[in-house]
């Protein structure tokens, strides 16, 4: 009975799958057939050649340079928009507490993607949607993100500097925002590399940067000019990781 027990859950895994290829209609045969296989290699072999030409690295460092502060001011907007922690923390009222969450929640809700799409039909194609897009997402990550910190930071030292006759303000910059930084530059920084592999993605529906470079290579068949932007993301997206950490370490954990 135990034996039994232990298999039904590798054959009702096995059967999902079964179907779920029955579902989709594969052409399995097609696919591994000599000809479908041929057609892969071929298709594969042309990213084996990346274009190093003069001119696409400098449309190439263009984009970089444009993925970069698409990502960069995204952030940087949705950091500040993560000011509505305060009322979502409970720092205004209950009705303010309420209001601000639900934007939170909107705002996040949404993938970067739809947003992309939606600003390109309000700010036309190029970084200006992209960037409007990350900042939008981000903001309600980073808000709720901030709030969940405010929330949990002990709230003794803002408390006896109002009992020694400091207003709020002051007792909320010298109390409770030294014992808050640190995670507000961490959270940001990570967001910040989330940022950079998305914007990297956003230009597929137009939003500019290292993306709709690929898309257009893509859809043109370019496997060399294709391979050329893929190295470029990840190198770009390998320098950032290493930036951000080492800020981490230097600011954060420091």
Known sequence: MRLLSRLLIPLGLLGAVMAAFAFLQLDSA??????GLTQMVAYA?????PDLSA???RAIAHGTLETLAMSAI????AALLGLLALPAAGRFGLLAQAASRLLLNALRAIPELVWAALMVLAAGLGPNAGTLALALHTAGVLGRLFAEALENTPPQPADALRLAGSGRVAAFCYGTLPT???QLVAYTLYRWENNIRMASVLGFVGAGGLGQMLYMSL??????????????????????DSLSAWARQRWVRG
Do not use: C, K, Y
């Not at 097609?30 to 000809?35: F, N």
């Not at 072999?45 to 050649?49: A, E, I, N, R």
């Not at 995204?74 to 907007?77: D, E, I, M, Q």
């Open 74 to 77: 995204g952030t940087l907007l």
């Open 55 to 57: 001119n696409h690295l």
């Open 30 to 35: 097609a696919l591994l057939s000599r000809d």
């Open 180 to 182: 808050l930084w640190p």
């Open 219 to 240: 859809s043109l068949f370019q496997e060399a000019q294709a391979s050329t932007v893929i190295l470029a993301m990840l190198a770009m997206v390998l320098a950032v």
């Open 45 to 49: 072999s042309g990213f084996m050649t």
